[in-house]
DNA sequence: AGAGTTGGCTACAACGTTGTAGCAGGGTTT
DNA sequence: AAACCCTGCTACAACGTTGTAGCCAACTCT
């Protein structure tokens, strides 16, 4: 009996009380959007053709002044709007990119929020609509999200946090939508990533301790399967080469990343090196941890230990003594990951690029440079990579 | 001389060098935007008019099985996806939603994320698009974003942080946009918003504390003209009230929302007021100043002085002793206010409605509430309001 | 057998733009 | 005076859908 959804459609009530501000009710409205003027409107009312207004809306520079005026006049006296919908139809351009970020609860790191950041201020300026779609790691209905993008023809694609698995990857591979992935190191014919310098960063992070004067410096691991967790571990054996000081594996630790795992870790290479005197964790959680089970051992951070952490979440500069660590240029992450979508876009021939970011030393107190230097914390030194 | 932008197209040079994967290449691609199946193909080689896989794909039900099956398989073996910028032109429906954030330098506040993940969760039900928007609040462009909605006959809208001034609300209240303004007080024609109890918080927070005996409470208030901070600081003299405690100016400073001012406005209330066992700041960040100045004070947090923040901060609970403190239901506003929007989308004629959600007491260890009972921190207790 | 009903399909006019092609008419060149 | 070229405008066919109206055949009633 269905013939078609118009049958479905409600009547709704139009309550209408309660107009405690009566505004001019000239506007018809249907259901969710209102009824709006369109360049028809405008071309009736200045008495000039569609094209005439079309023209005049995009700068063809063939209309005459008074005529131009006219139209102008009118489209301002009409509040109108030229539709997006429309022009976005007919120039077969959607104009829209999309950020999908998967998320894992817990997980609500400002470095996100940064690259966001740096994405809409680049897009935005070439004139694209940013969507934004939030979803948990665990959730099994990613494909959901990519008929999306397939049905709004999204012309790009920026993927970040911790995605449901490599076959995500895959699918958005063959789809051939310029992508960028956010610190997921993953490459294809139209798919590239942006990160930073894990392993350069952790080697100025380690190269600062040493600078400091330290030569008995642990390391707190994040967990082995991960990329990450394995520059990072690079960073810091190539800052011991490079300065002569052997690998002592009773340095070296593991935290799982988490701040219990960061203190246990610590514990541990206390135990085995009771002569360590600087630590750096491949997280600043770690760092944290790292530094309460120094605390709990009698140790004086910076004093007696020096401690580096990497990744700058916020706390790190509420901890007291505030967390010296590495900071990954979020912003620029997301400009670039921006700027390189927009040129796999406008060139489609385009070799996608990926871009390794320059980390940044941010020195605050938890290292002790101010304990030799005349100035307290906040200094921040440019990571050499 | 210039006759249209037709003109003024670029050729880019396809330098289709280095195909490491040779993809099949049956798309022909324009510039930006592969061209792609559309609903002729599909009828065309399905042998059936436009008008049957349109009713396949609206599910209409008034197409034969064979037929529909014959249509399904083409459908797939074409990898069709339906425009989405096509039916909401001829539907006359965006479905687009915007969010737009201004911030100030600084305010990386995870709260935001939370709104923004609760609104993403609610209206992707519905089958909405979130757009992103994200300003510094000194921006002055702000009009050139509305601009932008009205293009994009954006359904809704959401605003958070820092406006740029009351001119934007009135100019977005006058659009008549359904909006929900995210703990920003201000109601309009089609527009409302969502808030905090913050004086309920406040009142569950002061409560708490002269629960575990206390009764030289100290208020550190945020700054003056902030609305948020005056209904902070009735709720504080509320729970006094409740309790027979008389209110003490001296147990009172301001702090103005920051660490440092929280520190001098605690150093400022143990001066004045000695006798003071507990503190209610009126944000984690002041509560944390405040926690560094009695500890350079010599008083010890929670056994000396209890204190509870208000926020939730990511630092709260990184920082020892872990921050007790009043945490907005971020997730929750989110989706409160997307409900809202859909509602007055979808019903023009609705009242819109002014949401107030409860917060939460999160008890760590900074209140010494574990002091008297055997569980340690973390456990978390909804707050009456 | 004629009238009515139903199932399964299609034609067509929107939706609000853009951009190309073209057309007057006035001017300038040969 | 014929040939051209500008300037200022308009007609029109797209773009990829949707939803209504309607059509034809095949049934089911009387």
């Not at 870790?265 to 790292?290: Q, Y």
Request: aromatic share 6%; charged share 25%; glycine share 10%.
């Amino acid at each position: 009996m269905c013939r078609g959804p118009g049958a479905a459609r409600l009547i709704l009530g139009d309550e209408l009380k309660g107009e405690r501000e009566t505004h001019d009710n000239e506007e018809f409205e249907t259901r969710g959007v209102r009824s709006v003027t369109t360049i028809k409107d405008i071309a009736k009312s200045a008495g000039v053709s569609v094209s005439t207004v079309s023209h005049v809306l995009n700068g063809y520079g063939d209309i005459g002044q008074e005529t131009e005026k006219r139209v102008r006049a009118v489209m301002k006296e009409l509040n109108y709007h030229p539709s997006a919908l429309a022009r976005r139809l007919v120039r077969k351009r959607s104009y829209v990119l999309e950020l999908m970020l998967f998320s894992v609860e817990g997980l609500r790191h400002p470095f996100f929020y940064e690259v966001i950041c740096g994405v809409t201020a680049e897009i935005e300026k070439a004139g694209y609509d940013l969507v934004l779609s939030v979803r948990d790691t665990r959730d099994r209905r990613w494909r959901e999200c990519l008929r999306r993008c397939y049905e709004s023809k999204v012309e790009g694609l920026f993927l970040m946090g911790t995605l449901p698995g490599r076959a995500m990857l895959e699918e958005v591979a063959s789809s051939r939508i310029p992508t960028v992935l956010i610190d997921i190191p993953f490459e294809g014919s139209k798919m590239t990533y942006v990160t930073s310098d894990n392993a350069g960063g952790a080697r100025a992070a380690t190269e600062h301790l040493i600078s400091l004067g330290h030569s008995r410096i642990a390391f707190i691991d994040g967990h082995a399967p991960s990329a990450i967790s394995e520059e990072r571990a690079l960073g810091y054996r190539q800052a011991l080469a490079n300065h002569g000081i052997p690998l002592d594996p009773g340095l070296i630790a593991s935290g799982n990343f988490t701040q219990e795992g960061g203190r246990t870790a610590m514990k541990r290479v206390l135990e085995a090196s009771p002569d360590v005197t600087a630590v750096f964790a491949a997280s600043d959680l770690m760092a944290i941890g790292a530094m309460e089970a120094l605390r709990e051992a009698g140790r004086k951070v910076p004093q007696d230990v020096a401690v580096v952490g990497f990744d700058d979440i916020e706390a790190a500069s509420y901890v007291r003594p505030a967390l010296s660590t590495i900071k990954q240029q979020g912003e620029t992450m997301g400009r670039s990951a921006a700027r390189e979508v927009l040129k796999l876009i406008s060139n489609p021939g385009r070799q996608p690029k990926k871009i390794v970011l320059p980390t940044e030393l941010v020195v605050r107190e938890s290292c002790g440079a101010w304990l030799n230097s005349s100035e307290g914390g906040g200094v921040r030194a440019q990571g050499l990579s």
